[in-house]
């Protein structure tokens, strides 16, 4: 049944945002912001980037904010001024992914500012962004959010989120893939993969995929074909899941952008649920040295190797 | 030539069609996603979505082989893929903004080079359009001039009525030949009053305006605040009816493959590469400038034409919200 | 001195990633040795089993290999001290990932073979060799290198046979 998420305290949460925003843009403490404000759209938001104490009144928090900021400050976006500490809007899904950045000596802590944000949900997709948020249109990941509350941030509103208790629909629908057979499988993913048109939006969201050649752009060795058919599509989604084992926070915006509806987060979150069972790796806010696949152990299971 | 067409015929005609063995490709659903595609029975047609594609890829597909090589020993076979066997097509349920895109696209299809792999599959195709009558905020095609009953670019125009049906008016020749061909399923005009049309809640823009300023304005410092945000997907420019850029690579082993022709995007950070490393657009607002420019100017320089039909979708799967329509709306709002 | 060779219908083909440290040499040894092992098998060398890529399994599924076989030195025996260990929790991740998208793994075989393990090579290649055989040939990646997208597709009957000819 649908019921209504409780937002209320989005409004609260904006103006302590904006006022935060205003004191420390004004006393120098950053040279910008990175946050979100209402575009054209009724209920749209979208990034924006601010460094003078007057713009703060942009800023704003809604359920269309769904966006992982942290994008912004990795070395693939270069046309953020990266002169001084930055201050950055962070939901709990967003700062896991910058401690994992912190952790791949991306960024350093001391470098930015972090605004944390009470969340109490976003929405799945903003391809109707006036959406109201309910049990139906919340994000799939916030049916499985452990981090509702940001800590460790420099300022986080004094707000609580309610967070409601939600069916798990990653969980559910990772447990129906495996009961199936391999070749059931087989035929579910490709039906997914063939309709990837490899625009790379699920790439270019990605805090993590901040290589500055990636391995599918190349062409010596050309190891994935580039062309959007079925057999390029398959290969460059299980390389991209690959890449990101071990590494993804859960911020599952690559399957939000995907503009032909893959269901790219159930790889990550299989991956991420064979790290846990493994190797007892969970992506979270503390800041490792090395992630699960940069390490090891002498007795990792190997039962599987002959 | 004005008919009528009840649901009921036309779903009969598109069978009629796909039985005779004439690709019919309409709005379906694709596991979960509407998109444009060849149907195996009229029952799976959706007329109340867009397809989140625009119907350009029955010209111009999203990936297409050009030719094919082969070596045997010192003896290499090139053999080029022969257009004039593409199958006759019947594209049905296409929406306004995209059936205007086709025509805009012939011209840059057949200006110094003619692409025989579109045009053949235009001549080949029959395009049946369908009015609009649901828009969301993201729709614009009011604000570039069109109208969600425009007929440009159809062979076959259906508007649907108010007692169930719908009003069918040609076009083209084409359009007359496919009405021709089955009488039986068409009638006499009923006099029934069209469902009202969608209404775009948005301003009609000065395109003249808005082109005198983007031929003044190339450097500016506007495009930053509006680009920054660009994350260098291609999600845009791969939903739009009119982007048109390709890519062409070669795929397979040094024994047998083939040269293959990809979509490709502006706003990917390798489009304008160069050997040397060299990027002359090498930050993205340079990349995000390039696809407004060349929507709204470059187009209109080369050929009297806007790139831009206005069908929202850029807006919609845009990662990070950009709007296309909020930015050329900013734009015609200036003092210049 | 030869075994009567059998004739068999399928004749799989398997490609062996190895390490040239250990598993290379325990390919080798077999060889000095005069041990017989299928021929289905294609050796491919590396520095050290970190060094093997899991694209390029992937890429190994999709040129046609039938099974694949990654093989390098013991734990603890690692010509570069810890390349085997970091291989062998990526190869754990990267065939949980294969699985979930529907491969079947008894096409995909790992072993810690050393250089002194002739006998050891022989077992695994013939093991993996008889099982991939009994599974037939791997078609997921061949068709689906076939497919296309429905505009690209090229579709008239006539046309289809003019390019399988090719």
Redesign the interface.
């Known amino acids: 049944m649908t019921k209504p998420i409780d937002t209320s305290i989005y409004t609260a949460v904006t103006d302590a945002i904006r006022t935060e925003a205003q004191r420390i843009l004004s006393e120098g403490q950053v040279s910008a912001i990175v946050g979100y404000a209402a575009a054209r759209r009724k209920g749209s938001a979208q990034p924006i980037v601010i460094s003078q104490p007057d713009d703060a009144a942009k800023l704003i928090f809604t359920p269309a904010c769904v966006n992982n900021l942290a994008v912004y400050l990795t070395k693939a976006k270069k046309e953020i001024p990266k002169s001084g500490k930055i201050g950055i809007v962070v939901k709990g899904c967003d700062l896991k992914a910058l401690s994992g950045l912190m952790g791949e000596s991306q960024l350093k802590r001391e470098d930015i500012y972090l605004i944390g944000v009470p969340c109490a949900g976003v929405l799945a997709s903003t391809v109707q962004p006036a959406t109201e948020l309910t049990t139906d249109s919340i994000a799939p990941k916030c049916t499985e959010c452990d981090a509702h509350l940001p800590t460790g941030c420099d300022f986080v509103p004094a707000q609580t989120p309610v967070a409601a208790d939600l069916e798990k629909k990653y969980a559910a629908e990772i447990t129906r893939l495996e009961a199936l057979t391999p070749a059931e499988r087989w035929a579910y993913w490709k039906e997914q993969f063939s309709k990837c048109i490899k625009c790379y939006a699920c790439r270019q969201v990605c805090p993590f995929c901040f290589c500055e050649q990636c391995l599918c752009d190349r062409n010596k060795p050309q190891m994935v074909d580039t062309t959007p058919r079925p057999a390029g599509n398959t290969a460059w989604h299980i390389v991209r899941a690959m890449h990101l084992a071990g590494r993804c926070a859960g911020c599952a915006e690559c399957e939000r952008v995907c503009p032909m509806d893959i269901p790219l987060n159930l790889l990550n979150r299989k991956m991420a649920k064979e790290l846990k069972e493994l190797y007892d790796h969970e992506a979270g806010f503390e800041v490792l040295d090395k992630g699960p696949l940069n390490m090891f152990t002498e007795k990792d299971d190997q039962s599987f190797i002959k | 030539m004005q008919k009528f067409i009840s649901e009921q015929n036309l779903n009969t005609l598109l069978d009629t069609l796909i039985a005779a063995g004439t690709?019919v490709v309409a709005p379906r659903m694709?596991?979960?996603?509407p998109?444009y595609?060849?149907l195996t029975s009229a029952a799976e047609m959706i007329t109340d979505q867009l397809p989140?594609?625009s119907a350009k890829?029955?010209f111009f597909?999203?990936?297409?082989?050009i030719m094919?090589y082969?070596k045997e020993g010192q003896k290499v076979?090139v053999?080029d893929?022969?257009p004039s066997?593409?199958?006759e097509t019947v594209l049905v349920g296409v929406r306004p903004c995209d059936a205007v895109a086709i025509p805009v696209l012939d011209a840059v299809f057949s200006w110094d080079y003619k692409d025989e792999f579109f045009l053949e599959r235009r001549k080949k195709t029959t395009i049946v359009g369908l009015a609009c009558t649901t828009a969301?905020?993201?729709c614009f095609c009011t604000a570039v001039g069109l109208s969600p009953d425009e007929t440009k670019g159809s062979d076959l125009f259906l508007t649907p009525l108010e007692d169930g049906g719908y009003d069918c008016r040609t076009y083209s020749e084409k359009g007359e030949t496919l009405v021709n061909r089955y009488p039986q399923l068409f009638s006499e005009p009923t006099g029934s009053k069209a469902v009202p049309l969608a209404e775009p809640q948005i301003e009609k823009f000065d395109l003249k305006k808005v082109k005198a300023w983007l031929d003044e304005n190339f450097e500016n410092p506007d495009w930053?605040s509006i680009a920054?945000?660009c994350?260098?997907?291609?999600?845009c420019?791969?939903?739009c009816p009119a982007c048109h850029c390709f890519?062409i690579?070669d795929?397979g082993?040094e024994k047998?493959g083939k040269r293959?022709k990809?979509?490709d995007?502006c706003g990917?950070s390798?489009f304008t590469n160069h050997a040397s490393g060299h990027n002359p657009r090498d930050?993205?607002?340079k990349r995000y400038r390039n696809r407004i420019m060349h929507k709204f100017k470059y187009y209109d320089d080369k050929f009297g034409q806007t790139l831009c039909s206005g069908c929202g979708r850029c807006?919609?799967?845009c990662?990070?919200?950009?709007?296309i329509?909020?930015i050329v709306?900013e734009i015609n709002k200036k003092d210049i | 001195m030869h075994s009567e060779k059998q004739k068999h219908t399928f004749e799989p083909k398997i490609i062996a990633f190895v390490c040239t440290w250990c598993t290379y040499a325990g390919a080798d040894l077999a060889g000095t040795s005069r041990m017989q092992y299928p021929s289905n098998v294609r050796v491919l060398k590396f520095p050290c089993t970190g060094r093997i890529d899991p694209v390029f399994i992937l890429k190994a599924f999709q040129q046609g290999a039938d099974g694949v076989l990654v093989s390098g030195c013991h734990p603890g025996d690692c010509h570069y001290i810890a390349g085997n260990f970091h291989a062998r929790r990526r190869f754990a991740v990267f065939r949980k990932l294969l699985e979930f998208v529907g491969v079947d793994l008894n096409r995909l075989q790992f072993s810690w073979v050393s250089a002194a393990e002739g006998g050891k090579w022989v077992e695994v290649v013939t093991d993996l060799t008889e099982k991939v055989r009994a599974m037939g040939p791997m078609t997921e990646f061949k068709e689906l290198a076939m497919e296309e997208q429905w505009s690209g597709a090229i579709d008239t009957p006539e046309l289809k046979e003019a390019y399988n000819q090719i």
Do not use: H, S, Y
Request: net charge negative; aromatic share 6%.
């Open positions: 690709r694709n596991a979960g996603t998109l595609e060849p989140r594609r890829e029955a597909p999203v990936c297409e082989d094919t082969e076979t053999t893929i022969d066997r593409f199958p969301d905020d993201a930053d920054t945000r994350v260098g997907c291609g999600a420019a791969f939903v890519d690579v795929e082993t047998a293959r990809n979509w995007a990917f390798k930050q993205q607002p807006i919609r799967v990662p990070v919200g950009i709007d329509a909020q709306e």
